[in-house]
């Protein structure tokens, strides 16, 4: 049976720009799924999808006008339910055939099978394929249902009486199998061959798509449409690049502005845009902020990265005169610009410092009181970690910075641009000559803000976003306000990454139950321990979570974790030391000894003392083991003291024969109290020395 190429497209009103790829590929990808499954696309078929703001469309090549017929074998029931004892069907079987389309004259040739209990009766049949305008019906329907759509609208249809819900009101359905119109019907809408173009530019309206394999390019000619967001949104880079090279400039580089745009226009048309320098005297992100946010500009950037006061806009018309829709913008942007410069002016009339007063007033969270008290924690905090890390100048920055790191949320820039918190308050404290490491960690402090982020850039930054994380995790584990499966609406999974990240890389000296125990004195916990304990937990889960992200097994990372190692710094040095022991002849073997003797020594009672009677040892390979063991374990335990956690584990493969020959020969629970004993004390040494880098038994397979 012939295939040819299939479109549907839904004409919509301006749909919503953020969500508009997103709507595209959902939509093209359910209708492939669909139509697959009905057997009316190819099993390898693709779709192209289109998306612009007044369409969602798709193209799938290789469609079938009906499906091909299918033998089916459909199971009855059992002979003896269907058969009466004259052979004739009874009436449960006729009823069951009838409901299959078929009736009494079929019965003759039923199939019987024995399906290993009893015999039953099958019916084969021949299914017609199904019909393209039926598929399609059902394939679009699904698709919009499915449809990720933000927020439905409601409105009434033409006739003024039935109501449709969806993401726009929709004014236009084509559904071309060729040159053939499939007749379906969605959101109130008759398919049809006809579209419209561009609001304004279009060179025939409507258009009348000639074919399916048309309609792209028929847009374009006749309509001033590049319907694909891919091929609109290269277009837009490759005019932005062009324009600003001409400049000797380059845009901001931003995809969430690059997709929004996209998402605005139906045929983009780069132009260029100016403004007064006077305004550069404002902190370039306020300005770029303010020009991406509000007015969808693209800021050009000197060799430097330095903003200039030039821009790029993406305009949706091309007129032959450009001036009017420069000049228009250029004027919409003037009064944003001059905001901005009034909010940096009026806040630098006043000092960080004269502001703090003002956090009083600002409510932090009803059970953990205002921002001003949050400031107080976070102050006493940073300091103490900073007389952990270094010395009491460091001390002495990281409490000014806590205290003035949250102050800029009162001023009027942050206000209008909350995404500026942090930054505003390093500018404002550099305007006021503070030390340039004490604003830095003003801006800092916020960092890692999601995953992959820088770190801060100084000892003083590290300090603070330490105590600032620390007391946003502890805080709300002291009332409860747990992450519970995906909700984490104060994102304390983030913040638990960020303080481990920061411990790790920059290879702090610092215990992070130390941290969690310093944290803890600034509120009034019913059980201290249990908090710890469910922080230490929920931190490690999301440790153990990055750790095999990054590429390591599960077993390795939970070998490095399980021993709770005291330095979060060292965990990295661990981890490749397990890895590398991994590799080695004698791991599966020492893993498995070792799983082997700590699970004898969990069935011990009372303690094990690690040490020896080595007048006791009696079996050759007791006294092998003993003496290997006496040999390797100083050599094993001065790599571990020296941080060479690699070739201290691998020390330990001189230990896999005497393990091997003392399981085999030595009887571990002597009838001997003095000699059980003493081979238990054995084990329980070899158990210490085999476990200091990491538990090698989780290796173990």
């Known amino acids: 049976m012939s295939s040819k190429t299939l479109l549907v497209e839904l004409f919509v009103e301006e749909l919503p720009p953020k969500a508009l790829k997103k709507l595209g590929d959902a939509f093209a990808a359910s209708v492939l799924e669909s139509l697959k499954n009905q057997a009316l696309a190819a099993v390898d078929g693709e779709v192209k999808a289109y998306a612009s703001p007044r369409r969602l469309a798709l193209q799938i090549p290789r469609v079938l006008a009906q499906a091909e017929d299918k033998a089916v ?69 699904e698709a919009l249902h499915k449809l990720p759509i933000p927020k439905v609208m409601t409105y009434q249809l033409s006739d003024g009486w039935q109501s449709v819900h969806f993401v726009r009101p929709a004014h236009g359905l084509v559904a071309l199998h060729g040159t053939t119109v499939v007749p379906i019907s969605v959101l109130g809408l008759q398919s049809g061959n006809t579209t ?28 001033a449409v590049i319907a694909s967001f891919d091929a609109r949104r290269a277009e837009i880079v490759r005019q932005l690049t062009e324009v600003a090279k001409k400049q000797n400039l380059k845009p901001i580089e931003d995809d969430a502005l690059l997709d929004e745009v996209t998402a605005l226009v139906e045929r983009p048309n780069v132009l260029l845009g100016q403004f007064e320098n006077e305004f550069l005297e404002v902190p370039q992100e306020c300005l770029i902020l303010t020009m991406k946010a509000n007015q969808k500009y693209f800021p050009l950037l000197d060799a430097n990265n330095k903003l200039t006061n030039k821009f790029l806009i993406v305009s949706n018309i091309t007129p032959a005169n450009p001036f009017k829709v420069v000049d228009g913008n250029e004027r919409v942007v003037r009064p944003r610009l001059a905001d901005a410069k009034f909010f940096f002016d009026q806040d630098r009339k006043k000092t960080l410092a004269s502001r703090i007063s003002g956090l009083e007033k600002v409510v932090y969270h009803n059970k953990l009181g205002t921002q001003a008290e949050r400031s107080t924690r976070v102050s006493d905090l940073a300091k103490a970690i900073a007389l952990s890390i270094g010395d009491s ?26 995404e500026l918190q942090g930054i505003m308050g390093r500018y404002y404290a550099q305007h006021e000559k503070l030390d340039n490491d004490v604003a830095f960690a003003i801006e800092d402090h916020y960092k890692p803000r999601f995953a992959g982020d820088e770190l801060p850039r100084n000892q003083v930054g590290i300090a603070v976003a330490l105590a600032d994380k620390l007391e946003t995790l502890v805080g709300l584990f002291c009332i409860g306000e747990k992450p519970t499966g995906d909700k984490d609406p104060f994102a304390l999974r983030r913040q638990a990454l960020g303080i481990i990240r920061m411990l790790i890389e920059c290879d702090l000296n610092i215990a992070f139950a130390d941290l969690i125990e310093m944290s803890l004195k600034q509120f009034k916990a019913d059980d201290p321990a249990a908090v710890l304990a469910s922080i230490t937990e929920f931190c490690f889960d999301r440790l153990s979570v990055n750790l095999r992200e ?9 070998a490095v974790l399980a021993l709770n190692p005291r330095l979060l710094s060292e965990v990295p040095k661990r981890l490749e030391a397990v890895r590398a022991f ?34 006791l040892l009696q ?22 003291e020296r941080g060479d956690y690699t070739n201290s584990l691998k020390a330990l493969a001189a230990l896999k024969s005497p393990v091997d020959d003392f399981f085999d020969t030595v009887m571990v629970n002597a009838d001997d109290p003095a000699l059980k004993a003493n081979r238990q004390g054995l084990l329980a040494m070899l158990h210490q020395a085999m476990n200091r880098v990491a538990d090698l038994s989780k290796l173990a397979a």
């Open 196 to 223: 419209q173009g561009h609001r304004f530019e279009a060179s025939i309206s409507p258009i009348v798509i000639k074919d399916a394999d048309s309609y792209e390019a028929q847009l374009q000619s006749e309509g």
């Open 619 to 640: 079996e050759p390979a007791e006294k092998v083991l003993a003496a290997t063991l006496a040999t390797i374990k100083p050599q094993a335990d001065s790599l571990f």
């Open 73 to 141: 074998s459909q199971k009855l029931m059992p002979v003896s339910v269907g058969l009466d004892a004259n052979g004739h069907a009874t009436p449960a079987l006729l009823k069951k055939l009838n409901a299959l389309g078929a009736d009494e004259s079929v019965v003759a040739s039923l199939k019987r099978e024995h399906d290993g209990k009893t015999d039953v009766l099958f019916y084969d049949a021949l299914v017609k394929g199904a019909l393209l305008a039926e598929g399609l019906q059902k394939a679009v329907e």
């Open 393 to 418: 100048r460091l001390a002495e920055k990281a409490e000014q910075a806590a205290q003035l790191a949250k102050v800029d949320l009162l001023t009027d820039m942050v206000g209008e641009f909350p």
């Open 582 to 615: 991994s590799t080695l002849a004698e791991a599966p073997a020492l893993a498995a000894a070792n799983k082997r003797v700590g699970n004898i020594l969990k069935k011990i009672e009372g303690t094990i003392e690690s040490k020896i009677n080595e007048a």
């Open 550 to 558: 990054q590429g390591a097994t599960a077993q390795e990372v939970e």
